[in-house]
């Protein structure tokens, strides 16, 4: 508990227009559903959240970031919360996801679940799951920060980025996956076609029409870097994936989603990466 406001949250709370007892019972609610029966927040407790700067135990933030992604009808994060935990003074800030929870520089498979999991959030706005790997994202000045410190880092380096099998992490349930079949050159040249047409789409009427065909584009890619592919083949997908994910940060843009733009962007950074 910081003792300070924590004003991430009470923007957010006050744009979704919720008393704190009925945000209360809408965290127990969502926390049963998701296995977790046991849960029992009440309004001081919501109010110790918002004033007092307290940041609950997992899975709390995770349940608050899918109720607050379905309320304002866009992707909301863990970070867009100021619900990330720091660590205690002494550990070393590569360990974990404690002042940049973009957690850079990722593994591969580490990109493609953030890519996959975050596109489809953004299409389905995660209405029956929690946010899991997609809180790996950030944006505004943490960005900032998270960015400069990778792009001075040895890309083969690794050995510090987030665990897939960390809580962060973990698949949020009763969310439907689609897995995408390993695919061979013809396809991943149509891929690169599919890049240029909605490039031109972009130019010619603006991005806001053509997003969720990008962003869809891209949740389809994503299942495909799940599979080994030939090196030759897994770059050029790599490629794909970074363009169409540039795109689908200035469509994002376009129709004022700035922070879901900023973490389109991320994830072109780092896909590119690759």
Do not use: C
């Not at 744009?15 to 609610?29: F, H, M, Q, T």
């Not at 997609?134 to 890309?155: I, K, N, R």
């Not at 009427?205 to 869809?216: D, I, M, N, P």
């Amino acid at each position: 508990m910081t003792g300070q406001p924590n004003t991430r949250l009470a923007d957010l709370f006050g744009l979704a227009g919720w008393s704190k007892g009925e945000l209360a019972r809408l965290v127990n609610r969502q926390a049963a559903a998701m296995g977790h029966p046991q849960l029992a927040t009440d309004t001081s407790r919501v109010r110790r959240w918002i004033d007092m700067g307290e940041i609950p135990r997992d899975p709390v933030p995770r349940v608050l970031a899918a109720l607050f992604t379905e309320r304002l009808g866009r992707v909301v994060t863990i970070e867009d919360l100021g619900l990330v935990r720091h660590g205690r003074t002494g550990r070393r800030q590569a360990t974990g996801d404690v002042e940049h929870p973009d957690g850079v520089p990722w593994a591969p498979e580490q990109t493609a679940a953030v890519l996959t999991e975050f596109t489809g959030m953004d299409l389905m706005l995660n209405r029956r799951g929690l946010v899991g790997a997609g809180a790996a994202l950030t944006a505004g000045s943490a960005l900032s920060a998270a960015m400069h410190d990778w792009l001075h880092t040895d890309p083969t380096l690794t050995a510090d980025a987030p665990r897939l099998t960390s809580p962060l992490h973990a698949d949020p349930a009763g969310f439907d996956r689609y897995d995408a079949a390993p695919v061979g050159a013809q396809e991943v040249e149509e891929l690169e076609h599919s890049v240029e047409v909605f490039r031109a789409w972009d130019a010619a009427r603006g991005g806001g029409l053509q997003r969720k065909a990008v962003v869809g584009q891209l949740n389809e890619v994503g299942g495909m870097l799940a599979y080994r592919h030939p090196p030759h083949l897994q770059r050029r997908l790599w490629g794909v994936a970074a363009n169409l994910a540039v795109l689908a940060g200035w469509m994002s843009h376009d129709v004022g989603l700035e922070p879901t733009a900023q973490k389109y962007f991320v994830i072109a950074a780092h896909a590119a990466r690759e």
